[in-house]
């Protein structure tokens, strides 16, 4: 270091010096190292774990897709399981959540809109529609709804694929994930994986 | 298993992972706080810098490194952010306004790495990894850099030196950040989260739609962003995206990570002082305020509290995640406002009015249970000296705490330093209430608006990064009034803290007397949590009812 230069101007040419040396070990090395042995040891977690269908990546199981008909506000598709609401309509380059207030006018309405909906489109009372149903998710990709509402949807979708209700219960049932570890966070069924299934059934 | 029981064990666990951490840590950071060996590796960073890694250095010039290596850091940031269309792996964005690469330097070089950006829509792969990584790391060790010097304080004695900021600096990043977020970012790639350089690229989907799936370097980032308690998400959705915090085993895992150094500091404090009983007073103070605002905050949103939202769902599940749930998303929030953290698995503005309001006060209460990482600990032992000082006014005697007098000069550093932050939220939040434009950026309207306001503000001071996300941010007026609360919350109160630093270690220690109060029994305990608590009751009650308040009241 020049011992001619001003004192403040050292101590900003060292931090200048400082910050350059870490942005090539904690920038570029660790994010390097990282991939490195996240690609050759873990390839499909590190790649997003996608799904295929008839040998295509039709998506991620961790990532909710739309399952509406084709055609703008056509509706969601009745021989799906729906996923939860979406304030970005499963758009991942758009993730987010509504961000509506607890006690929102706005926020209000749409729930009871969509409780009506679906109650509506399953044919359940209303009722029988749960809170995850009816509530936008914090990413708006959400691959995840809950056991009960699954279930609330099997007459539905049996219904419109001329399968038997039973068949279709049991293929929710072999989905159904419960806790990890057995008491973190919640049981779940994750609609891409139960879809892909489904289409495979027929 | 039952809901309830699942998610004692959830937290349960927790705690018993942290109380594990707490000595190997903390004495493993005091260590590297204190030694005068230097690494091979060390000593190679000094010299490509041209530094004397030897040096002892007075409280001043510690000070003008820290505030010369944020300013450098936050004009490279600045330019990288600008130019990012010019770089590689840019993924076809072009370079950030100027408005907002002010906010997202000033933002990212604070630790606070509030987002005015949406990340998947925005930042380039290398800006994201190589620009506002490097200040997750660098810029949560200069918190662990300064509170050293405080500790230093109390434990030298007649001396002018405090430490050597390039060393404690090197140390933190090389010892402790990257080699546990190396080990993390592994694990958090083998339970599922991402890591690759991938740009957008579309899929059909199963239903013959098209979905535009964007990859990157995320575990990585993640790995640093909850240790460093940054906060600032790869995605928009922070760490509700799946690709971010993909099931209920990363999500406790990367509460742990924000919690951990955060916890494990007053271990390397007592250390340091040699007097293991001071770490274990200030820890219990931290511990009693988190659990105290989990279960707030939990029960709050199990039972729908004064939401009329929540109760007509049957459930406050608006906002969060199917895979965590309530447990999983209060505990998430709680820590992610009691840390500087900020990165977020549900979106508070949707919680109900007790919970979002929780997570308000709990940035108020200056974000020490336990805070961000050194941050959080010269925080709360600035309260602690006032604390003393409040019990040496009750009884007529000379404050003193671990040897060192509490006069004049020590207590007008710390006064400096609890005023610093509320003047900024108070007076940040009543301008922008007062402009008609400003105010049009609220997404909802009442005290739930006025929330909003009120949050981005203390979140911007305290330097927490989360937001009532509803507000639209992304302004000149609130990239500016934001960046600006950023840093004048991070760098007004570190230079109290170094200033106090240098005065503590100037002085002569005073012997223990039967006069003495002691420090670290349970009544201490009592009287630091009092002294938090009303501190800042006081301040900010008036603002809290205009808010959270009268919407749980409507």
Known sequence: MPSHLPPAVRTHLTALRMLLVFTVITGIAYPLLVTGVAQAAFRHQADGSPVERGGR?????????????????????PKWFQPRPSAGGYDPTASGASNLGPNSPVLIKAIKQRKAAVAAFDGVPESRVPADAVTASGS????????AYAYEQVDRVARVRHLPAAEVHRLVAGHVRSRSLGFLGEPRVDVVDLNLALARLG | MNDTLAGWLQVLALIAVLAASYRPLGDYLAHLLTTGKHLRAERFVYRLAGVDGDADQKWSVYLRGVLAFSAVSVVFLYGFLRLQHHLMLSLGFPGIGPGQSFNTAASFVTNTNWQ?????????????MSGLAVQNFVSAAVGIAVVATLIRGFTRNRTDRVGNFWVDLTRVVWRLLLPLCVVFAIVFVA?????????VHTVTTIAGQHQGITGGPVASQEAVKELGTNGGGFYNANSAHPFENPN??????????????????????????GDHRQGYAIVAVMGLIWAASVALITVNELHSVSSSAGHLAGGMMEGKEQRFG???????????????????????????????????FNMMLGEIAPGG??????????????AVFVAGLMVGRTPEYLGKKLGGREMKFASLYILTTPAIVLIGAGVAMSLPGERASMLNSGPHGFSEVLYAFTSAANNNGSAFAGIG?????????LGLAMLFGRFLPMIFVLALAGSLAHQQPVPVTAGTLPTHRPQFVGLLTGVVLIVVGLTYFPALALGPLAEGLH
């Open chain 2, 373 to 386: 990482t050194g941050s959080g600990l010269y925080g709360i032992l600035i309260l602690a000296v006032v």
């Open chain 2, 248 to 273: 209920p085993f990363t999500n406790l895992v990367e509460i742990y990570l924000m919690l951990v150094i955060g916890f494990s500091l007053p271990r390397t404090f007592g250390a340091m002082v």
């Open chain 2, 191 to 199: 339970s599922g989260m991402v890591e690759n350089f991938h740009a």
């Open chain 2, 473 to 481: 941010v992304n302004t000149d007026w609130y990239n500016t009034a």
């Open chain 1, 140 to 147: 708006g990709l959400d691959p995840d709804i809950s056991p």
């Open chain 2, 326 to 360: 309530i447990w999983g998303s209060a505990l998430f929030a709680a820590s992610t406002t009691l840390t500087s953290t900020g990165a977020v698995n549900s979106f508070h503005d949707s919680f109900s009015p007790g919970g979002g309001g929780m997570t308000i």
């Open chain 1, 57 to 77: 990546v039709v998506g991620s199981s961790l990532l909710g897709e739309d399952f509406t008909l084709p055609g703008k506000d056509a509706g969601p598709d």
């Open chain 2, 116 to 128: 005015s950006y949406s990340g998947e829509s925005a930042m380039g792969h290398l800006v994201q």
